[in-house]
T-cell receptor, first 115, second 111 residues
Framework: EPEVTQTPSHQVTQMGQEVILRCVPISNHLYFYWYRQILGQKVEFLVS????????KSEIFDDQFSVERPDGSNFTLKIRSTKLEDSAMYFCASSEIQGAGSPLHFGNGTRLTVT | QKEVEQDPGPLSVPEGAIVSLNCTYS??????FMWYRQYSRKGPELLMYTYSSGNKEDGRFTAQVDKSSKYISLFIRDSQPSDSATYLC???????????FGGGTRVLVKP
């Protein structure tokens, strides 16, 4: 069964550094998402992306964050200057369509640790 | 009031028992309802996806939606130790796929 893959599985970085988290969505999916889960807390929506632009973003997704689809297969999340509170699991997801509640398929996440 | 509420558990049951999980939500604009299973340090895995009020069955899993009460349930029949995981309910409005998750219920099925 096709799946969403994320790399790296664990990233450790120092506060203030830039990180890029990478995702390969399911190949025929058109909508891409980033969610995060701080340890012990809910999974939270960050951003959705379609047709090379952001379609929706949450209050969490401030100017420190950016997303990009640099080629036909990868989808990336960049955090420009990491803070301690950015430590979390970051999940990429994709869906085939939008608007009809097309279910999201999640990757296994990247654990980001900011020291 | 939280948008989606879920008892965190843990819920411990013996193997073979029925697991009963519930969520409540506050926003009547939510139209689509999902249950995800999440093993430790893994991503959420879609189990059930429903739209209308009523029951939907898939193997050992039954999802129930009661939009009038804003209440959703998941039942797992003949539970197995491999069902031990955290179960997340999630919902979204009709117009998009921004999911709002509950906090998850941790389930432990004891052999």
């Amino acid at each position: 069964e096709p799946e969403v893959t994320q790399t790296p599985s664990h990233q450790v970085t120092q506060m203030g550094q830039e990180v890029i988290l990478r995702c390969v969505p399911i190949s025929n999916h058109l909508y891409f998402y980033w969610y995060r889960q701080i340890l012990g807390q809910k999974v939270e929506f960050l951003v959705s992306f379609y047709n090379n632009e952001i379609s929706e973003k949450s209050e969490i997704f401030d100017d420190q964050f950016s997303v990009e689809r640099p080629d036909g297969s990868n989808f990336t999340l960049k955090i420009r200057s990491t803070k301690l509170e950015d430590s979390a699991m970051y999940f990429c997801a994709s869906s085939e369509i939008q608007g009809a509640g097309s279910p999201l398929h999640f990757g296994n996440g990247t654990r980001l640790t900011v020291t | 009031q939280k948008e989606v509420e879920q008892d965190p558990g843990p819920l411990s049951v013996p193997e073979g028992a029925i697991v009963s999980l519930n969520c409540t939500y506050s926003n009547s604009a939510f139209q689509y309802f999902m249950w995800y299973r999440q093993y430790s340090r893994k991503g959420p895995e879609l189990l059930m996806y429903t739209y209308s009020s009523g029951n939907k069955e898939d193997g050992r899993f039954t999802a129930q939606v009661d939009k009038s009460s804003k209440y959703i349930s998941l039942f797992i029949r003949d539970s197995q130790p491999s069902d031990s995981a955290t179960y997340l309910c999630a919902t979204t409005k009709a117009a998009g796929n921004k999911l709002t998750f509950g906090g998850g219920t941790r389930v432990l099925v004891k052999p």
